[in-house]
Every structure is written in structure tokens, then in C-alpha cells.
């Protein structure tokens, strides 16, 4: 099996690239509107964007910005399938123009533009992102009324174009019956507020702008399992140092991106060509944390009834047993679109040693071992 991952250097709001409902999954996070670290790129976009900021109307420039969001939005409706899920990670912002502070609510606008164009809202995903830095509050300090509430979340807002997805012939129904997850990372992922720590926005290389706007990899390996099957095509028009991609390769979907400044090329190159032994330990440790809590719940509950036959595992569901996980086996880069090749994990109970390839299974009291 192989997927396949293509990168295009230049703006979203134009992917004639992409054919029309071809995208599965789209996932996201663009730079944030009212966040002064933008201003340049935005401007660079809209003449109208630039002259709003210098004459420093705030409302204005929020809305312009926008309408050159507005765009992409548009793209996103055109190229993915009947049924296909966009999820958009946003944040408000809080700025201060000619004296006056205020909030900018861009996960508001977002949403009023996404259900113009005709997509379903669904319910959203609150990501805390708590921090304990002393300086973190915002005016008077402790003198009423106006100190202002810290800002410590952003929204993963979700929606889909069209009714529900369907899966009609048997084929489809068996791929979508591997393309499951464990009833425990069901639990979690499907909550309605995430809590973990964003990543470094820092970037060292002077040839490229200060901060990449990224997402760690686990929010966008929780989306693409959650809301997209494997084969699905992935794509993200912000895509930045590549993650959307690589939970892509992680999770056996291809992926096609955007990326406007082509300075972040051969960063995405060198983050695509590592993903072999990053990808195979983000696995490992997936089915090694089902181990953990499968065998504290058999301890507590006692045997379940249904055990995965790919990896020789109890599970909870019967929906759970036609999981199928992967390793990852080759990465190359042909023409221009990086390659990436899968093996399945097989079977080894004769083996008595654990080496780097190896994943450990505990089912029944019994150990078995799969390479």
C-alpha cells in the first residue's frame, strides 16, 4: 500500500490543482486575523487590508481580513466530497488600535462564512491551552473594572458539506470497519474540550517569517482518524512546517497542501523524509496504550468479549475488531510528490526478545509478539 503527498507553494485561494469534491478531510489553521505578527502577510494580500491598518480602524481591518479568508472558505466548499468535513483551528484575538482595546472574534466570523456557503455546522472542539506565565493577565491588574479576562483557548470549529457521509458497496464498508479507532480514544477524542499544551511557534531559520502558526501533531492525528477513512485524501491550505501532512502519512491518508511562502520548502522536505521512525513510534505507542488500559479493565471487569485479530488484542466493541494499523516502510520523493510506503505489522509469537520493531501485546495473561 501507498499514499501519496504533494505540496504547492503558492496562495489558497485559488486550487485549481484540486478537482472539484475530491477532498475527504480538510484541516487547518490559518493566520489569525487581528494578530499583529500577520499584519505583513495580510497586507501583502489586499491593498485594501494595508490601508485599513494604517489608518488604524480595527473593525474594518477585521473584516477585510476575513474577506480574503472568505476565499479559501469558498475553495474549500468546490473541492471537497459530499459529505466531506473541514475542521479550522481559530483563535480570538485581543489587540489595542488607537487606544482602544477590544476582542476580535474570529471564530464568530468564521463560522457566519462557512454557513453562507452552505456547510453544516457541527459541534466544535474547545482546546484549552492554559498557561501559568505571571505576566499573562491583561489590564488594570487587580483594580476593577477593567482588568479583562485572559484569553487561554482556541476553537477547532468543525463542519460538513452535504448530509452524512455513506459507505455503499462492501469494499468501502470494510476499509471504513479498519479505518476505526479504540473505544477508549473514542472517549477522549470526542469530547468537546481538549486539554494540552500547544507547541513552539519559533522558528531559527532567518530566511522565513518568526512563527509557523502550527498545531501539534496530536490535534491533527485525532481529527484525520476521527473524520476521515484511510485512502481519504487530506488537504490543508495553510500548511505551514508540513503537520497536517504528516499525521496524513501517520495515519495511511494522502495529503496535498499550500504553503505561500516556498522559504518553508525545504523544512517541510527534511520533516517528510524523518517520518519512517517518528510515525512507527507514534504507532507503537497508540497500541501500546490500548495494552495498558485493556489489561487494567480485564483486571477490573474481567475478560471482554471481543478481541482484534490484526493485533491478537481484547477490545471493547465489536466495532473495534476490524481495526488495521500499518507500519510505515519507505519514504521517496518522485517527480516532485513524496511516496510513502506501508507494511503490515505481522505476528511473531516464536520471538522471545523485543527489538526497535517490535510491539509488545498482553491479552489473557498471555505475551505475544508483533513485528
Not at 481591518?61 to 459530499?82: G, M, Q, S
Not at 490484526?310 to 507500519?327: A, D, H, P, R, Y
Request: glycine share 6%; proline share 3%; aromatic share 12%.
Amino acid at each position: 500500500m501507498s499514499t501519496y503527498h504533494k505540496v504547492y507553494y503558492k496562495k489558497a485561494q485559488e486550487m485549481e490543482e484540486v478537482e472539484d469534491n475530491s477532498i475527504a478531510l480538510v484541516i487547518t489553521s490559518p493566520p489569525y486575523p487581528m494578530i499583529e505578527m500577520w499584519d505583513e502577510i495580510f497586507s501583502l494580500q489586499s491593498d485594501e487590508i494595508k490601508a485599513a491598518l494604517e489608518v488604524g480602524d480595527g473593525s474594518l481591518t477585521f473584516e477585510k481580513i476575513h474577506k480574503e479568508l472568505d476565499k479559501v472558505w469558498k475553495e474549500l466548499y468546490r473541492i471537497l466530497i459530499f459529505g466531506g468535513i473541514a475542521c479550522i483551528n481559530i483563535g480570538d484575538a485581543t489587540r489595542t488600535i488607537n487606544k482602544n482595546f477590544q476582542l476580535y472574534p474570529s471564530h464568530s466570523r468564521i463560522i457566519k462564512a462557512f454557513q453562507k456557503l452552505g456547510f453544516q455546522n457541527l459541534p466544535e472542539i474547545l482546546w484549552r491551552k492554559q498557561t501559568n506565565a505571571p505576566n499573562k493577565f491583561m489590564g488594570s491588574g487587580m483594580l476593577p473594572p477593567g482588568a479583562y479576562v485572559t484569553l487561554e483557548h482556541e476553537y477547532i470549529l468543525i463542519f460538513r458539506k452535504g448530509e452524512k457521509r455513506e459507505f455503499k458497496t462492501e469494499a468501502l464498508k470494510e476499509n471504513r470497519r479498519e479505518s476505526t479507532y479504540f473505544w477508549e480514544e473514542r472517549n477522549i477524542w470526542f469530547s468537546d474540550v481538549w486539554d494540552f499544551k500547544g507547541i513552539s511557534q519559533g522558528l531559527n531559520n532567518k530566511e522565513i517569517r518568526k512563527r509557523s502558526a502550527a498545531y501539534p501533531f496530536v490535534l491533527a492525528y485525532r481529527l484525520i482518524n476521527m473524520f476521515s477513512v484511510r485512502n481519504d485524501t487530506i488537504l490543508d491550505p495553510f500548511l505551514g512546517t508540513g503537520t497536517s501532512s504528516l499525521a496524513a502519512m501517520v495515519s495511511e491518508r494522502n495529503s496535498i497542501g499550500y504553503e505561500i511562502d516556498e522559504n518553508f520548502k525545504e523544512i517541510i522536505k527534511e520533516r517528510f523524509l524523518k517520518v519512517i521512525s517518528f510515525g512507527n513510534e507514534y504507532i507503537e505507542n497508540r497500541i501500546n496504550s490500548h495494552i495498558s488500559f485493556i489489561s487494567e479493565r480485564i483486571k477490573e471487569k474481567g475478560p471482554t468479549k471481543y478481541t482484534n485479530e490484526n493485533f491478537n488484542v481484547s477490545v471493547v466493541t465489536s466495532q473495534e475488531k476490524g481495526l488495521k494499523i500499518n507500519k510505515l516502510s519507505s519514504i521517496k520523493e518522485i517527480n516532485q510528490e513524496f511516496v510513502l510506503k506501508y507494511k503490515e505489522i505481522e505476528k511473531d509469537p516464536t520471538s522471545d526478545n523485543l527489538n526497535e520493531s517490535k510491539i509488545r501485546i498482553k491479552k489473557s495473561g498471555l505475551n505475544q509478539w508483533i513485528s
